[in-house]
Every structure is written in C-alpha cells, then in structure tokens.
C-alpha cells in the first residue's frame, strides 16, 4: 500500500514553531511581499535575512513532536511506499527519523546561492554581505522557495500522489498551490483521504475522513489504528 503525508505548519505549531495563518501568526505580524518573494529580496536583503535568521533561531530551540515520530514510526513498520511531502521549512520530520522527506518549499537550516545554486549549512545568522562558500559571490539567500517560485520535487511529488493507496493531509489550511491540490488528485487518482487538523482546510471535501483536533493527539492515535489494521 503506498501511503503519501502532506503535512503543514500544525504539524510543528505544538513543537513551538509559528503557524502562518493562524490568530496572531507570521503572516498577521510580516506582509508576505516584505519578507517572502524575490522581490522582497532584492529590495531589502537585510530584512529578509533577519525574518529568517528569527525563524532559523526559533528552530534549533524546538524538538519534534509526538506527531513527528508517529509519523516516522508508521514509516518504519510500514514496507513499501511511504512519503512524507511537507510544505514546512523545518527539519522536524528528518529529526523525528522520517527517511522519505520531500521539502517542497526549501529547508530554513540551509543557506542557497542565489550565484551558483550552491547548498550549505547556514550559520545561524545570515547577512546580505555574507559570501558563498564555494563560488565566494556575495548572494547568499535562505535555501526557501519563496511565493512566485517554483515549489521542488513537484514531479516526483506528483507520482507518488497519484499513485497513492492513502493520502494524508496533516495540519495545513490547503491555501497555497500546488501542496493545495494534493489531496484531491490523491482522490480523483482512487486513493483513500483523510484530513487531521484543528480546524477543516479548504480542501476538506477531499476527504472521505476529517479527524480534527492537535497533531500530537490525533496523529498517533491514527497511526496507531493504521498498524493495528
Ligand atoms: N494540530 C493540528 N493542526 C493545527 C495545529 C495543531 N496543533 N495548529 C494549527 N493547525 C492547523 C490550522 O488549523 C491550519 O489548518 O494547521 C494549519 C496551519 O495553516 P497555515 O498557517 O496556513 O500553514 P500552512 O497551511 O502550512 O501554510 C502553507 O503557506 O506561507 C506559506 O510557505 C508557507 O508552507 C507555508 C504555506
């Protein structure tokens, strides 16, 4: 049975890190055309690395969740097709021992050549005068895709979910395309859908299940009953 998770921000909301559309979230206190385009970018480098030098910084000070490691747990005892697909830019799921992790929107513990497309570990801090390590220009941008790029993996992203047995759509509100369409060509594709989350997404008719409440309570109960099967 291939199985194919998509999870979001509620995925990692109870390990501390912030939601995006959520009362009082990201998007509620930066505007996205600021801080999260490559026109923000060229505008104000500086801003844009201290958006991300704040989030990278709130990620070395969380852990993964009860909801990481179920999701790692099923993927051991589960044989054949597992993929984690995750909108999220932290390393939660990969911390959690998740192996198949597909990071469509860049990964934030990474600095990215804007230069030559080089990938390393960023120093906790960045600044728009820091140098690549390899080719030395100083283009050094957070290694995240940002609105109005290109998301990564979305081939490969695509195979699996149209050729998954169960798609798993896990803490995220489905308002940003393409991570939004998942579920429902999981569907259309014959897949079995559910949806976890504390509130229903605007996908939710995708979903033959929508179990709502937190992550770290309703993943591993799901998880559970997925291997007690
Ligand atoms: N447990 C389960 N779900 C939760 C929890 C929780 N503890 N807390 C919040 N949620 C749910 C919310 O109900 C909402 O449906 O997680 C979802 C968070 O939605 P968003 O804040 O919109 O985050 P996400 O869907 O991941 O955003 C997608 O938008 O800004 C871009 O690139 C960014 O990857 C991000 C994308």
């Known amino acids: 049975m291939n199985i194919v998770i998509l999870t979001g921000a509620g995925i ?9 559309r959520d009362k009082d979230a990201l998007w509620a206190q930066y505007r996205i055309e600021d801080v999260a385009t490559p026109g923000a970018y060229a505008r104000n480098p500086a801003l844009v690395h201290e958006f991300y030098n704040l989030r990278r910084q ?5 852990v993964p969740n009860a909801a990481h490691f179920a999701l790692a747990e099923l993927e051991r005892r589960h044989q054949s097709g597992f993929l984690v697909v995750t909108q ?18 860049g990964e934030l513990q990474n ?5 030559c497309g080089h990938v390393w570990l960023a120093p906790d801090l960045m600044f728009p005068e ?9 283009s050094c941008r ?47 594709c014959g897949a079995a859908t559910v949806e976890i989350n504390l509130e229903p997404s ?17 993943v591993p109960v799901w998880v559970a009953e997925l291997l007690s099967e």
């Open 142 to 188: 957070p290694d995240i895709v940002w609105f109005g790029e290109n998301v990564r993996f979305l081939d490969q992203i695509n195979e699996a979910t149209q050729t998954a047995d169960l798609f798993a759509l896990i803490g995220t509100s489905g308002n940003v395309h393409p991570a939004a369409g998942l579920m429902n060509l999981a569907r259309e």
């Open 12 to 20: 990692s909301a109870e390990s501390g890190l912030g939601t995006f």
């Open 111 to 115: 600095a990215l050549c804007a230069n």
């Open 58 to 62: 709130g990620l070395r000070a969380a």
């Open 202 to 218: 605007t996908v939710a008719f995708a979903a033959d299940r929508v179990i709502l409440g937190r992550a770290t309570e309703q």
């Open 130 to 138: 820091d140098r690549c390590t390899r080719c030395e220009a100083m």
């Open 88 to 105: 999220n830019v932290d390393d939660l799921h990969q911390r959690a021992g998740s192996q198949n992790v597909l990071a469509m929107h």
